[in-house]
């Protein structure tokens, strides 16, 4: 399973949209405002369809805008959780790629912090 984007959440990221570099999952189309879903599996391998938009900032790279807002409050999404997107090679009858998304949460346990995946 390769990572494709990883970061820790922001205020941001929860009351609005996902904000990801273009580049980091592959080629995309180059034009501002276009529209695409991103299909994606959770954990337990629930399907979520996020739109994507493809917006430019005169500060920063070309990047995505995920609307997510239904998976964040189902999963109880909180600031410095971290969000993952895995690109997963599935071979069953014919090799499928699935995009997988996990989330994790830092826990202090015995003195020392861990990552735990985060579960709806």
Not at 63 to 90: C, M, P, Y
Not at 96 to 110: A, D, M, P, S, Y
């Amino acid at each position: 399973m390769a990572t494709l984007f990883s970061k820790l959440v922001t205020r941001a990221d929860i009351e609005g949209c996902l904000a990801i570099p273009a580049c980091s999952l592959g080629p995309l189309p180059s034009q501002q405002g276009h529209s695409m879903n991103m299909r994606v599996h959770d954990d337990r391998g629930q399907e979520w369809t996020f739109p994507c938009f493809i917006q430019r900032n005169e500060n920063v790279e070309p990047f995505l805008s995920v609307g997510w807002i239904d998976f964040a409050r189902q999963i109880n999404l909180r600031i410095d959780d971290k969000v993952s997107i895995h690109e997963e090679t599935v071979k069953n009858q014919e090799t499928t790629t699935l995009i997988r998304i996990q989330v994790e949460r830092k826990l202090r346990v015995f003195g020392a912090d861990i990552w735990a995946t985060v579960k709806n």
